[in-house]
């Protein structure tokens, strides 16, 4: 299927008529409101809307809105029918409304490269899992050795933990480094300062669209229709405050200070083709856990490198996320078996997707293996952990036949420390 | 000081005019509002705002709303204005305004017997601690035997692990029992099912009035400035879901199911009489950690269980607020130490308050030792855990001269487990 819109057809481009990933925007210091990529275009929903060329199917206008929330509460009848429409008014061969008409065009095609993207959506409440099986085997066998790697309810429980919603921000956002208390085996007591080992986790995040009842349990299945779509995510990790502090109730300002994610959510309509299953069972997992059908992707995923003032960064991983061993649609189940209600706009980290090459680790800790083995970059600089200036982009795809389903990037600068003197 | 408002004046009020109180109410189906407790009254702030008999300063009225966060979010200014004007319009001697307006009296003036109470403010995000050092010390015996108890980090950290929001209810609200995994020691495989070991946990909860900026660390003192005031809690907690789940990342769906919260917000305000400094250091505190001043509270806790069908309750556990290592304050500071941004509604659970005997012990699992000493209830019933049908209530108070600051009840009953067949 081609679009009338020519960038969209480009076979490397990551928003072709296939994808319509949706995001929130702003020009010239408007009012943001919602979006979709089209070639090198945002398309002005609000626009659409207001012209009465596309509905969400109700009575209001829902995409004149600073987030996604309340499109994506609406449920699948509402995701599909707007889908359609833009399928139909954007193909090559479809409905001329928009496409003859050039004022509306002027109005409602922004060139990507003109506009401000903002968080695509009010993120209720973010939680982070521990689904990749070799990032937990790389980072229990740097903690415990190579025996009791794996914690033993790992291949039972979708292990996840609730991380912190206040601090997830829109790709582009700089991060400072974050301040907090440290204690190696060697130092008799903590001390307190910048941190010395900052990483990345190369994650995806599930979009959560339709909320559920508290008390009330869920099955994979149901689980899986209320994901609206997943983004890129950088779950940025301060390793020497997550070492000290994180037993026994877990990570805490080692991972609160900031979470990137990608400004487009790339909708499971798009996502279809690409599904796949998860890996073999190695146990048997309870009932309620298990998957009906495939509910993983087929999604390529890299990670990019560069230092302030180099002219080009280093490809530094290479993986998949078909590598997990739980796909979101059973961390969901998971998270509210207990009863736990989940809310439109959760947003569930995959946990960190490493494969079992050492190219295809997605953090600087197993990279590096701790520190111990510096990457080169092509630059000629070596990295451990992340130095100020330093720019870590993650990007990824689902690649098609002749065309891409793309996330465009999640990227994030390191800045200094704050200055902070506590007396 | 006194009030008109006779019923305010009982030495046993939870709700003198020395406390004020803040909640949420409707009546007769009406929309919820903001009030405060005064006697056996709750007062309508709108209605006051709208007669033009408080203001909070602005030019908006903020009352007239389901939620306290918009006043939260003006600050003391705001918070004090409001406060010194109730007190003006109820004591004895004070603006007759309302007191000689009888019709705006019935309109204002709402018997607590006939109003519904709701949760209290929109609660942004939920982090709990781990700040009772007897509680720490008793669990973490049972799990690694004394010598081990005390995790190394415990007496330079303020433990905490971020919580579920979604779940926070309002004091009255049932809570079903827990469905999940659970693998006792002696269990092949995990099973799935109904948690068998229920618990309480008694916490107070510290609400957060003013945000903070992401990457900007706060001192105590501003940390103390920002908490708009304080509420029971109870932290349900399954027990035997959280021992096999909780390694390595912490407590999750053990904990996600429900937190319970009284449905008045004592200020500090009314709470400066009563503070009280944390016990001696263990270990010397970093200085971003060092509170300037008395930062806890002397305030007197009690947990009351009642089964179902029985005519009273059995207290089962006495205790004071002032037994904690680590007052909210610093747990505050400590939460935005790495630049973790937080928001208006923000709600830190204090940790389980336990004392140092076994009647001041805040949890079942403290209390009957781990389910080894069954509790013996005035209805000659016994309980290792929480039984269905069973009624569970925390209460609170400050006790000043003739008067306490009360913080009325937090109540819940358990009800059985959800029917789920996730085939």
Redesign the interface.
Request: one cysteine or more; hydrophobic letters at 35%; proline letters at 13%.
């Given at each position: 299927m081609k679009s009338w819109v020519e960038s969209a057809n480009q076979s490397d481009s990551h928003f072709p008529i296939q994808n319509l990933p949706y995001g929130v925007f702003s020009v010239d210091g408007h009012a943001p409101r919602c979006g979709v990529a089209l070639g090198e275009f945002v398309i002005d929903l609000s626009e659409l809307e207001e012209a009465g060329l596309v509905s969400a199917g109700g009575s209001e206008h829902v995409f004149n809105q600073p987030a996604l929330n309340e499109f994506m509460a609406l449920g699948k009848p509402a995701w599909d029918q707007v889908r359609d429409r833009l399928v139909a008014l954007f193909k090559a061969d479809g409905d001329p409304a928009l496409k003859e008409n050039a004022a509306l065009r002027d109005k409602a095609m922004v060139l990507q490269s003109r506009a401000t993207m903002h968080l695509p959506f009010h993120v209720?409440?973010y939680t982070d899992f521990?689904a990749g099986r070799q990032h937990a085997f790389n980072v229990g066998t740097m903690f415990r050795g190579p025996e009791n790697a794996l914690?033993p309810?790992w291949l039972?429980?979708p292990?996840?933990?609730?991380?912190?919603?206040?601090?997830v921000?829109v790709s582009g956002t700089d991060i400072?480094r974050?301040?907090?208390?440290k204690?190696a085996p060697t130092d008799e007591?903590?001390?307190?300062g910048a941190c010395e080992r900052l990483d990345i986790e190369l994650e995806m995040g599930a979009v959560v669209g339709l909320p559920s009842e508290?008390?009330?349990?869920i099955?994979?299945q149901e689980a899986d229709g209320m994901i609206f779509g997943y983004v890129l995510l950088n779950d940025w990790s301060?390793r020497d405050?997550q070492a000290?502090?994180?037993?026994?109730?877990?990570?805490?300002?080692?991972k609160?200070?900031?979470t990137s994610i990608s400004p487009w959510v790339v909708t499971k309509a798009a996502l279809e083709p690409f599904r796949t299953s998860t890996p073999p069972r190695e146990?048997e997992l309870?009932?309620?856990l298990?998957e009906p059908g495939p509910m993983l992707y087929n999604i390529e995923l890299e990670v990019l490198m560069q230092p302030e003032g180099a002219d080009k960064p280093t490809r530094i991983a290479k993986t998949n996320y078909n590598n997990m061993y739980y796909s979101a649609a059973q961390q969901l189940?998971?998270?509210a078996?207990?009863?736990?209600?989940?809310?439109t706009g959760?947003l569930l980290g995959s946990g960190t997707v490493s494969g079992p090459e050492k190219t295809e680790y997605g953090s600087l800790l197993e990279l590096t293996w701790g520190g111990k083995e510096p990457l080169e970059l092509e630059t000629g600089e070596t990295r451990r952990f992340i130095e100020d200036g330093d720019t870590l982009t993650l990007t990824g795809w689902a690649q098609g036949d002749g065309y891409r389903i793309g996330f465009g990037e999640c990227v994030g600068t390191i800045k200094p420390s704050?200055d902070?003197d506590?007396?």
């Open positions: 209720a409440e521990y914690p309810n039972h429980i292990i996840g933990y609730n991380g912190r919603a206040s601090t921000v400072a974050p301040l907090g208390q204690k007591m903590p001390r307190f508290m008390g009330r349990p099955s994979v301060a405050i000290w502090e994180y037993q026994p109730l877990g990570p805490f300002q080692a609160a200070f900031a146990k309870l009932p309620y298990r189940a998971h998270h078996v207990s009863g736990c209600k989940m809310s959760d704050p902070f506590p007396r």
